[in-house]
């Protein structure tokens, strides 16, 4: 049942070829030569050296004549939007992901591992500082306060991990994975299989089947659940403690662990890299328990884990919220009506307040979905500049206090409507049962 409690986020591999892009964007950031197709991003493997690098493309340029047929394509849709006010956010877009890209300045590509590393720095300071104070002061008035803070540490500590994964941290590919690792296994997430598994969301996003981080479930496996896992699935809190068990088994209807190197989830090419992340996510486990003996359980349990679960509730709030929860209820995709850029423009940013800043800046989430390469700290001036192409499609987040309170309403309501998708078609919206509310209520 735990398996069934659901999903996750968040390294990333070649995006997929576009169904309906692939004509105009067939180039991608590892391709040398314009006619390679994506499988000359894999690098060639030695029995004798470690591949440390991630695989991250997305289009760069296109061709002139491609450029000509987008024209063509975005006119015909243009045409058939003129006089008809109302938006249809499950249409395709009159704008291309090059378009997107050209309206970003370049200097927004740019990664500073200098920079990148004092992020590390500063988080790594304030989490050891608050674990001294608390230890120091030691009352019942001041643990209550340090676990909101220090689970709001842990998850900044995942977010520049995170960044690792996708190899916006900075270019050196085993710097990457050096402090991916450090990072993730100091919070108990396999730092590797997490990476495998976020690149398959990144490539698959806003696809029913494909998407691996808080995708919908189609009705059929909706009505096949059994109503205690139901309840458990949309209920708070229940669906904010999904995360540890989301690593062991995934989310309903897939198979696999991020812990294991024969799981679903992975290339055969890639083993290496899930014992490896494994084995220090044992060592962390192994560091704990010697630490409980030292300081006593009671002092870890204040310490760490009680903020390990504030980390989790943080992971899987931000991570539903960045695609569920719109006032106007969004499109998932499946068959020939996905692609990569109208996957991608069912996300949505969100405005976190104070928190922004100590999160490294998470909810400027569209530009990120469409271009995870760009580093965290250049996103929200990326997203400006492309709100002018994006129009609609971009969605402006509700202003938050100092505080993202107004948030807990979003997740609350969403878990009330948002709970599965027709088994048929290919542009697709949540569905509501209202048996569930009325059982939840009881």
Same mark, same amino acid.
């Given at each position: ?25 067939? #180039?991608?950031?590892?391709? !040398? ?29 296109? @061709? ?81 306060? %340090?676990?909101?803070? #220090? ?31 450090? /990072? ?31 995708? *919908? ?26 995360? *540890? ?6 989310? *309903? ?11 679903? /989830? ?8 899930? !014992?490896?992340? @494994? ?20 002092? !870890? ?6 903020? %390990? ?45 104070? !928190? ?37 499609? %971009? ?38 049962? *209202? ?8």
């Amino acid at each position: 049942m735990a398996s069934l409690l659901l999903s996750d986020c968040c390294g990333v591999r070649p995006l997929p070829v576009l169904s309906r892009m692939s004509k105009r964007y067939p #180039q991608s950031v590892c391709s !040398i030569a314009p006619k390679k197709s994506l499988l000359s991003c894999q690098p060639i493997s030695s029995p004798f050296r470690r591949n440390w690098g991630l695989n991250v493309s997305t289009p760069l340029k296109v @061709t002139q004549f491609e450029e000509e047929e987008e024209s063509k394509e975005v006119k015909e849709i243009e045409s058939k939007s003129e006089g008809n006010d109302d938006f249809d956010p499950g249409l395709p877009p009159p704008f291309g992901l090059a378009d997107i890209r050209a309206a970003i300045p370049k200097h927004c590509w740019v990664k500073n591992p200098w920079r990148s590393m004092s992020y590390v720095v500063r988080d790594l300071a304030i989490v050891f500082g608050l674990a001294a104070v608390a230890m120091h002061l030691n009352n019942w008035i001041v643990w209550p306060l %340090y676990w909101l803070a #220090q689970g709001t540490m842990f998850w900044a500590l995942f977010v520049l991990g995170h960044d690792c994964g996708h190899g916006s941290f900075s270019n050196d590919a085993k710097l990457n994975s050096v402090v991916g690792h450090l /990072l993730h296994s100091s919070i108990l997430v396999p730092y590797h299989g997490w990476r495998i598994s976020h690149r398959t969301h990144h490539q698959n996003h806003g696809h029913v089947e494909k998407d691996e981080s808080w995708h *919908p479930l189609p009705e059929k496996l909706f009505r096949s659940l059994d109503n205690a896992t139901r309840k458990l699935r949309f209920t708070l809190p229940f669906p904010m403690l999904a995360f *540890p068990f989301y690593l062991l088994s995934r989310s *309903p209807g897939k198979s696999g662990s991020h812990f294991h190197p024969s799981s679903d /989830l992975f290339q055969p090419n890639e083993k290496k890299d899930i !014992i490896t992340s @494994t084995t220090c996510w044992l060592a962390m486990v192994g560091i704990l328990g010697a630490l409980s003996f030292v300081m006593g359980p009671i002092n !870890i349990l204040k310490l760490y884990l009680i903020p %390990y679960w504030g980390f989790v509730m943080w992971l899987d709030l931000v991570t539903y919220l960045h695609h569920h929860g719109h006032d106007d209820k969004l499109p998932w995709y499946r068959g020939k009506e996905w692609s990569y850029l109208r996957g991608g423009l069912t996300t949505l940013d969100r405005d976190y307040g104070w !928190i922004n800043n100590i999160h490294h800046d998470i909810g400027t989430h569209v530009i990120h979905h469409l271009f995870p390469q760009i580093p965290h700290y250049h996103l929200i001036e990326a997203t400006e500049a492309a709100k002018p192409v994006l129009g609609k499609y %971009y969605r402006e987040p509700e202003k938050s206090g100092p505080f993202p309170l107004h948030l807990f309403g979003v997740l609350a309501r969403s878990l009330k409507r948002d709970h599965y998708v027709s088994d048929t078609g290919d542009v697709l919206y949540y569905q509501t049962d *209202p048996k569930l509310n009325k059982s939840s209520q009881n």
